[in-house]
């Protein structure tokens, strides 16, 4: 999960649980409150009953009927009854046969002298009255219409009001959150475009006060030191190839005139032989790491044209069969082009076709037979160029290691050959873009697999 949506999840979390409850007190609260003031009313009613009835002889139980019917309109299944000290009922708000109620509660009035309870949906309250000639228990009991209709009322504001809140907090935790975050996602950004070709670039530091502004500075310190190491890399193997070329061209010039002196002595010819060849290893490896080290340099100013990748493959095989006229390259489509320009590639000529050239000599020189095959596809996006070998193979252990500098698969020691063709072959594919990829199994040969975009 993201770290936005993590962050709107639980500020969600947190407000709809405040939510949830400040409905819930808010309700429980009104609840008791209700049930309080219902058994107040009930309380003094039974009272004010008890007093009608036994202080005041002008109302006599008919008129008194005719009072708490008039009395408890706003309730529903009212009732009031009085009982005297041996339980007889003496009075009764509503028809006998209406009349429910328990015996054990009048013992428990005479207990308490005080008791407030429920009976199904109804509130009751029972009240042990001494202010007359002779004690009377009187029993209230009603249905608290109103108020719990006002409550089923707030209970239905709460809900949509939780419901509608969670709503929008939940609306307001994914805009504040990605509002929030929208300087890392722009800093992700901008990461993303960094690569080994563009250690140059930086991030946008903000107001270089909060603490987004204080990563990006921070990752730019570690850019900074990582360019520097970087540079001190390619300088320290520019300069020391380039210094060793003149000595070892000295070198080569030095034995080839030896050699004219030493023809008489074939033993001696034949070690000025080896250092003419070790010469020329040398020679060839000081070339290869000078343009390894300058393969990112300046790559800004590099020419870029449009190249059809037929014309740079054909020029590759041309160049390599006059070096080894025994190698043999089949050059195929696998599709043809939907259209014309989906072999055109926006790129420089010479180091795409020094990559073409590296792989069909290693596909020609790791084949018993020396044979190379290149084929073409394209598609909407891409122009795809393979070159297939039935040679040695490469191993799945080595595979992940080819393209590393200098180095070699195990069954690749015995072929001439200095590890970095294939290193050489990569950085020039991600210079234009593309990528370079190889499937191969050991023994039964590789395939190698170029992807570049066309215009």
Same mark, same amino acid.
């Given at each position: 999960?993201?770290?936005?949506?993590?962050?709107?999840?639980?500020?969600?979390?947190?407000?709809?649980?405040?939510?949830?409850?400040?409905?819930?007190?808010?309700?429980?609260?009104?609840?008791?409150?209700?049930?309080?003031?219902?058994?107040?009313?009930?309380?003094?009613?039974?009272?004010?009953?008890?007093?009608?009835?036994?202080?005041?002889?002008?109302?006599?139980?008919?008129?008194?009927?005719?009072?708490?019917?008039?009395?408890?309109?706003?309730?529903?299944?009212?009732?009031?009854?009085?009982?005297?000290?041996?339980?007889?009922?003496?009075?009764?708000?509503?028809?006998?046969?209406?009349?429910?109620?328990?015996?054990?509660?009048?013992?428990?009035?005479?207990?308490?002298?005080?008791?407030?309870?429920?009976?199904?949906?109804?509130?009751?309250?029972?009240?042990?009255?001494?202010?007359?000639?002779?004690?009377?228990?009187?029993?209230?009991?009603?249905?608290?219409?109103?108020?719990?209709?006002?409550?089923?009322?707030?209970?239905?504001?709460?809900?949509?009001?939780?419901?509608?809140?969670?709503?929008?907090?939940?609306?307001?935790?994914?805009?504040?959150?990605?509002?929030?975050?929208? @300087?890392?996602? !722009?800093?992700?950004?901008?990461?993303?475009?960094?690569?080994?070709?563009?250690?140059?670039?930086?991030?946008?530091?903000?107001?270089?006060?909060?603490?987004?502004?204080?990563? /990006?500075?921070?990752?730019?310190?570690?850019?900074?030191?990582? !360019?520097?190491?970087?540079?001190?890399?390619?300088?320290?193997?520019?300069?020391?190839?380039?210094?060793?070329?003149?000595?070892?061209? /000295?070198?080569?010039?030095?034995?080839?005139?030896?050699?004219?002196?030493?023809?008489?002595?074939?033993?001696?010819?034949?070690?000025?032989?080896?250092?003419?060849?070790?010469?020329?290893?040398?020679?060839?490896?000081?070339?290869?790491?000078?343009?390894?080290?300058?393969?990112?340099?300046?790559?800004?100013?590099?020419?870029?044209?449009?190249?059809?990748?037929?014309?740079?493959?054909?020029?590759?095989?041309?160049?390599?069969?006059?070096? +080894?006229?025994?190698?043999?390259?089949?050059?195929?489509?696998?599709?043809? @082009? /939907?259209?014309?320009?989906?072999?055109?590639?926006?790129?420089?000529?010479?180091?795409?076709?020094?990559?073409?050239?590296?792989?069909?000599?290693?596909?020609?020189?790791?084949? #018993?037979?020396?044979?190379?095959?290149?084929?073409?596809?394209?598609?909407?996006?891409?122009?795809?160029?393979?070159?297939?070998?039935?040679?040695?193979?490469?191993? #799945?252990?080595?595979?992940?290691?080819?393209?590393?500098?200098?180095?070699?698969?195990?069954?690749?020691?015995?072929?001439?050959?200095?590890?970095?063709?294939?290193?050489?072959?990569?950085?020039?594919?991600?210079?234009?873009?593309?990528?370079?990829?190889?499937?191969?199994?050991?023994?039964?040969?590789?395939?190698?697999?170029?992807?570049?975009? +066309?215009?």
């Amino acid at each position: 999960m993201k770290i936005k949506d993590r962050i709107a999840l639980q500020f969600s979390l947190i407000v709809a649980s405040i939510l949830i409850v400040f409905s819930v007190v808010v309700y429980s609260i009104s609840s008791n409150y209700r049930q309080e003031e219902f058994y107040d009313r009930l309380t003094n009613k039974a009272r004010t009953t008890a007093r009608l009835l036994v202080q005041v002889d002008e109302v006599d139980k008919k008129l008194l009927k005719i009072i708490d019917r008039n009395t408890l309109t706003a309730l529903a299944d009212e009732k009031v009854l009085v009982f005297d000290e041996d339980d007889k009922l003496i009075y009764a708000s509503v028809d006998d046969k209406q009349l429910t109620y328990r015996r054990y509660l009048l013992e428990e009035i005479r207990l308490n002298k005080h008791i407030e309870t429920t009976e199904g949906t109804n509130e009751v309250v029972g009240l042990y009255y001494e202010e007359g000639s002779e004690p009377l228990i009187v029993i209230a009991s009603a249905f608290d219409r109103f108020g719990r209709s006002k409550l089923s009322n707030l209970g239905n504001t709460l809900l949509w009001g939780l419901l509608v809140g969670i709503g929008i907090t939940v609306l307001l935790g994914i805009y504040f959150a990605g509002n929030s975050l929208r @300087p890392i996602a !722009h800093i992700n950004d901008q990461v993303s475009t960094i690569t080994a070709r563009n250690l140059k670039q930086r991030l946008d530091e903000g107001n270089r006060r909060d603490e987004i502004a204080q990563l /990006a500075i921070n990752f730019n310190t570690v850019l900074e030191r990582l !360019h520097q190491a970087f540079e001190q890399q390619r300088s320290f193997v520019s300069h020391a190839s380039h210094e060793l070329r003149t000595p070892l061209a /000295a070198l080569k010039s030095e034995v080839q005139l030896a050699e004219r002196f030493v023809k008489d002595d074939p033993e001696i010819q034949e070690i000025f032989h080896n250092l003419s060849s070790d010469t020329e290893r040398l020679i060839s490896i000081t070339n290869s790491l000078l343009f390894l080290a300058r393969s990112f340099e300046n790559i800004s100013q590099m020419t870029t044209t449009q190249v059809r990748i037929e014309d740079v493959t054909f020029f590759a095989k041309d160049e390599l069969l006059t070096v +080894h006229p025994t190698y043999r390259i089949y050059i195929d489509y696998e599709n043809l @082009p /939907a259209e014309e320009t989906h072999t055109i590639i926006q790129g420089n000529e010479e180091l795409l076709k020094r990559v073409v050239l590296n792989l069909m000599d290693n596909a020609c020189k790791y084949s #018993p037979d020396q044979t190379a095959r290149v084929l073409f596809s394209t598609d909407a996006t891409y122009c795809t160029l393979k070159v297939i070998d039935n040679g040695i193979g490469i191993d #799945p252990a080595d595979q992940p290691y080819i393209f590393d500098p200098f180095y070699r698969a195990s069954n690749a020691t015995t072929y001439s050959g200095f590890g970095i063709g294939l290193s050489i072959c990569q950085r020039i594919v991600d210079i234009h873009g593309g990528t370079l990829t190889v499937k191969s199994r050991k023994g039964q040969g590789s395939t190698f697999t170029i992807q570049l975009k +066309h215009i």
